[in-house]
């Protein structure tokens, strides 16, 4: 069973910087993906970036491609999202979703974090 408890979220300026956490417990990183989704009012739920096995692989959506930074904290069992140069559009809900090697999806979910971008 894997847990994931998002934190980091908040409030900023356009331009502003934010880094979400994920500390995840249960699986070692080895095996699993740990992902960061986003949901907006209005807007399908979107992938924005994944770490996979122990950091052999990563994924960035091409909407923050330059500005979003996914990294593990291995010693803390926590993967963090640095944002930076957000953009109003950046709004939504955040959450930090993992994929165990035995399923096809995202099959553990944290319980979002929100981060809204003023302009």
């Known amino acids: 069973q894997v847990s994931l408890v998002e934190s980091g979220g908040g409030s900023v300026q356009a331009g502003g910087s934010l880094r979400l956490s994920c500390v995840v417990s249960?699986?070692?990183?080895?095996?699993?993906?740990i992902g960061w989704f986003r949901q907006a009012p209005g807007k399908e739920r979107e992938r924005v970036a994944a770490?996979?096995?122990?950091?052999?692989?990563?994924y960035y959506g091409d909407s923050v491609k330059g500005r979003f930074t996914i990294s593990q904290d291995n010693a803390k069992s926590t993967v963090l999202l640095q944002m930076n140069s957000l953009k109003p559009e950046d709004t939504a809900i955040y959450y930090c979703?993992?994929?165990?090697?035995?399923?096809?999806?995202?099959?553990?979910w944290g319980q979002g974090t929100q981060v809204t971008v003023s302009s």
């Open positions: 979703a993992a994929q165990t090697l035995s399923s096809a999806t995202y099959n553990y």
């Open positions: 249960g699986y070692s990183f080895s095996t699993l993906c």
């Open positions: 770490i996979c096995y122990g950091g052999s692989s990563t």
